[in-house]
Nanobody, 126 residues
Framework: QVQLVESGGGSVQAGGSLRLSCEAS????????MAWFRQAPGKEREGVAG????????NYADSVKGRFTISQENAKNTWYLQMNSLKPEDTAMYYC???????????????????WGQGTQVTVSS
């Protein structure tokens, strides 16, 4: 069974940066899609960044475009979410997710992803 473990969350002031990591128990080159989702208190989980590995193409939620960057490092079986210019509304639990094979439901449809991490908390204060 594939396991994903996030790290890198924490507390930061508005305007600051954090880099989240997601380490997989299998070679990340086998994943077709890797993504980051987040869930704020009282809100539904939403996708924020995705990476389609065969073409190294990326997709971002409008709310994070220009501020967040998703990347991968296959040698470490890890992908990252670099978050810059953080805002209080970015406060949430962040989850990494991955799947093998093509998807048809869209980048940020939760049930398209089979593997999930346990989450890491990001808190941005004003």
């Amino acid at each position: 069974q594939v396991q994903l473990v996030e790290s890198g969350g924490g507390s930061v002031q508005a305007g600051g940066s954090l880099r989240l990591s997601c380490e997989a128990s299998t070679h990340t080159g086998t994943f077709y899609y890797m993504a980051w989702f987040r869930q704020a208190p009282g809100k539904e989980r939403e996708g924020v960044a995705g990476l389609y590995t065969p073409r190294r193409s990326t997709n971002y939620a409008d709310s994070v475009k220009g501020r967040f960057t998703i990347s991968q490092e296959n040698a470490k079986n890890t992908w990252y979410l670099q978050m810059n210019s953080l805002k209080p509304e970015d406060t949430a639990m962040y989850y990494c997710a991955a799947r093998f094979g093509l998807m048809y439901g869209g980048w940020f449809v939760e049930n398209e992803y089979k593997f999930w991490g346990q989450g890491t908390q990001v808190t941005v204060s004003s």
